[in-house]
C-alpha cells in the first residue's frame, strides 16, 4: 500500500512558477513510476508527466514541454512537479499517481492516487 499526499498548489499569475511535492509512504517507493495528472472543471483527467523508478526516463504532455520538470528523491520518498511559465490554462487540481509499470501516459494503470492539490493560474 503506498498513500501519496501533494502539496504546493496555489494561486499565482500568468508567468509565475509553483513547486508541487508529492510525499509518499511505505518502503517501495522505489518500485513505483510515478506520474502526475491534471483536471481542470468539466474536463477529463488528463496526463502531465512521468518519471521511471530511478527517474531515467521522464515523459510530458506536449503542452507542459519545456515549462514543466519532474524529479525524484528516492531516499525522501518524494516527487517534484516544478511548474514554470504558468499559462492560466494550466489552472486544475493536480494529483500524483503511482503505477508499477515503468512509465504510463494512461489514468488506469495507475494503482494509487493523492487527494489532489489546487493550481490557480491568473492573467
Known amino acids: 500500500q503506498v498513500q501519496l499526499v501533494e502539496s504546493g498548489g496555489g494561486l499565482v499569475q500568468a508567468g509565475g512558477s509553483l513547486s508541487l511535492s508529492c510525499a509518499a509512504s511505505?518502503?517501495?517507493?522505489?518500485?513505483?513510476?510515478m506520474g502526475w495528472f491534471r483536471q481542470a472543471p468539466g474536463k477529463e483527467r488528463e496526463f502531465v508527466g512521468v518519471?521511471?523508478?530511478?527517474?531515467?526516463?521522464?515523459l510530458y504532455v506536449d503542452s507542459v514541454k519545456g515549462r514543466f520538470t519532474i524529479s525524484r528523491d528516492n531516499a525522501k520518498n518524494t516527487v517534484i512537479l516544478q511548474m514554470n511559465s504558468l499559462k492560466p490554462e494550466d489552472t486544475a487540481v493536480y494529483y500524483c499517481?503511482?503505477?508499477?509499470?515503468?512509465?504510463?501516459?494512461?489514468?488506469?494503470?495507475?494503482?494509487?492516487w493523492g487527494q489532489g492539490t489546487q493550481v490557480t493560474v491568473s492573467s
Open positions: 518519471t521511471s523508478r530511478n527517474g531515467d526516463i521522464t
Open positions: 499517481a503511482a503505477t508499477r509499470l515503468t512509465v504510463s501516459t494512461t489514468p488506469t494503470f495507475y494503482e494509487y
Open positions: 511505505g518502503r517501495t517507493f522505489i518500485s513505483y513510476g
